[in-house]
């Protein structure tokens, strides 16, 4: 049977601490932005790393034309710059010909994860959700943010 080790989580809700947020489109000088943090420490190379989250979000506006906003989100380890252990994308086509901002449409992405121990530096690691915007168009980090993770020995 699988013993949970450690578990960390990091949460912000709708409307809670910088939440909502703008994402600027790389084309305009965006960049990735780190909206969490957690700490794990593996006690063997043989634990497993299981990650999970979940991103509230949404396109900014509803234009004339249609956009395909595209939310990259990622998971680094050691800092908000660090090795990349993990990638998402999720994207929403926007434009009925309405020029109105959106407050209906949110979206929103989840993942898991599962990596060996082996697989990130030995030792207790910082690790990062961070994301970026992709693709034409705006959005908007509206929440919920949740951000955890377990250390499990086999």
Partial sequence: MATVLDYQTNDA???GGSLPFPLTNPLLGG???GIATINLTPADTTNLLRFE?????????LLLTPLLPILQVRIRVGSP??????EVDDSALIGTGVLTTIT??????SFQHTLPA???P???QPYFLTVSLRGLGSASIRGPVHFGAFVIAP
């Fill in 122 to 124: 030995a030792g207790s």
């Fill in 118 to 120: 082996t697989s990130v």
């Fill in 31 to 33: 960049t990735e932005v």
């Fill in 13 to 15: 809700l709708i409307g």
């Fill in 53 to 61: 989250g979940t991103i509230g979000w949404a396109p900014d506006l």
């Fill in 104 to 109: 209906d449409n949110l979206m929103t992405v």
């Fill in 81 to 86: 710059t660090g090795t990349v252990i993990y």
